[in-house]
């Protein structure tokens, strides 16, 4: 917004304008053109906030999809491992040897990927707990500045 378009009574916030118009102010003052300015300001630091939400959220439906992948492979595991269970029950020694031969690689693997994956998800929470962090701060700061800008407006003379 342009130094002219902040000059413009016209440019203030709906809001604005009726709060001037309701206690009788003059929509050219230099406080409410200032309070105009920083209200815009706030509603597209508003934009920018949710713009970076849906930036976070999209990213972590791509690693939550591969973490569901990975919760459906690990129940396709236990459905199988239960077979092997009940074909152990009826040749133990043998096939237990053999069993363990044939599963060692791909439990392995299926470890390696849950570990990869855990490492991902804390990343992503730490991502996600700093977003929250900031979005908080910037909340607290938006208010403070807002009030102070009330407290002077209202302030007796």
């Keep these: 917004m342009s130094a002219e378009d902040e000059a413009d009574p016209q440019a203030l916030p709906e809001h604005l304008q009726r ?11 230099p406080v409410l053109q200032v309070m ?35 919760g459906d492979n690990l129940v396709n595991v236990a459905g199988q491992l239960a077979q092997v269970q009940t074909v152990l029950d009826q040749k133990p020694a043998g096939f237990a040897r053999r069993l363990e031969e044939d599963l060692r690689a791909p439990i392995a693997g299926a470890v390696a990927q849950i570990r990869t994956l ?37 302030w007796p003379a």
């Design 19 to 29: 709060i001037a118009e309701h206690y009788g102010l003059p929509l050219n003052d």
């Design 36 to 70: 105009g300015a920083h209200w815009l300001r706030v509603q597209e630091s508003e934009g920018t906030l949710r713009d970076l939400s849906m930036e976070l959220q999209s990213a972590l439906d791509a690693r939550i999809e591969v973490l569901a992948e990975s």
């Design 118 to 154: 855990e490492q991902s998800l804390g990343a992503v929470t730490r991502t996600v707990q700093s977003a929250q962090r900031r979005q908080a701060l910037a909340s607290f700061v938006i208010g403070v500045v807002f009030g102070a800008s009330l407290t002077i407006w209202f």
